[in-house]
């Protein structure tokens, strides 16, 4: 991926003179590098430029009146976000020595002597364009990657919601017809739930027990008990069917007038529930 399709923008590279001749021909010198050049005429124009752009590299005159190079690299060197920007001193060759020694105590990378050789002011001035044209790079690319991550995440859940909204209507779809055929069965059929409370009856339920749907829901399922069986017999038919499986047997239970009826119970377990029983009934033999 290539830094125009980053859209990597140029670099700003500050140059810092009081003297107009010497900014212009700093300039000049790098205008071959084609990236951007920001001029300032003094230290606190500096400062104020620094806090508003990013600069790969700053080109800073070490003796200017008032505040000179060396304060002005001192409050750059203060601020954590242009502690780190390289700062290349430019001094005369009579006070290179002592320019030099005060300039790296400050953390100047490096030094040019003016008068200025254009093709040895673009080599040392690329070198650190080059390097923040790869930082802005490399955060280009790390940018666009959490950028297509959160695509591919929002895509992902985006599909899963649609699978889930597949699945709750197929769901919704199956339940409808479960439900309609169980209520449209001759058959009476009640659910419950692990706890042997009663969470809903059929029409043909209320028919055979005489139980309404409102007076059985929320009742426990041994409304129906006859007493003419063990508990034996209950526990291996619930143990049974909380275990998953099928639960055959006969029972004689009580309707609601207190009349006994035969249950010949194929029961199980439901998907949903913990036990669902299909009722086939015949009159108790007296």
Request: aromatic share 6%; net charge negative; proline share 3%.
């Amino acid at each position: 991926m290539t830094g125009a399709a980053l859209d990597i923008p140029r670099a700003n590279i500050l140059i810092v003179d009081d003297q107009d001749a010497k900014r212009l021909a700093l300039a000049a010198a790098l205008e071959p590098l084609g990236q951007n050049l920001v001029l300032a005429s003094s230290g606190r124009e500096a400062l104020r430029l620094v806090l508003g752009q990013e600069f790969a590299v700053i080109l800073l005159d070490v003796r200017m009146p008032g505040m000179d190079g060396f304060e002005t690299a001192e409050l750059i060197r203060s601020r954590r976000q242009t502690e780190s920007t390289p700062i290349i001193f430019v001094t005369a060759h009579d006070r290179a020595e002592a320019d030099m020694l005060g300039g790296y105590t400050l953390g100047a990378v490096d030094y040019i002597f003016s008068p200025v050789r254009s093709e040895v002011l673009q080599a040392k001035v690329s070198v650190f364009v080059d390097l923040h044209l790869k930082t802005l790079t490399v955060q280009a690319h790390e940018r666009r990657l959490r950028e297509l991550e959160a695509r591919e995440a929002k895509a992902r859940q985006e599909e899963l919601r649609r699978e889930n909204e597949r699945e709750r209507r197929t769901a919704r779809f199956e339940l409808l017809k479960l439900s309609s055929a169980i209520e449209q069965t001759a058959d009476p059929i009640l659910i419950t739930g692990r706890d042997g409370v009663i969470e809903y009856v059929n029409t043909a339920f209320e028919e055979i027990t005489g139980y309404g749907r409102d007076e059985a829901v929320g009742q426990d399922a041994g409304i129906l008990n006859s007493g003419l069986h063990d508990t034996a017999v209950f526990r291996e038919m619930w143990e049974t069917l909380l275990r998953g499986e099928v639960y055959r047997g006969e029972l004689i239970n009580r309707r609601r007038d207190g009349s006994l009826y035969h249950e010949e119970k194929p029961s199980r377990r439901s998907r949903v529930t913990a036990g669902a029983s299909r009722i086939s009934c015949r009159p108790a033999r007296t």
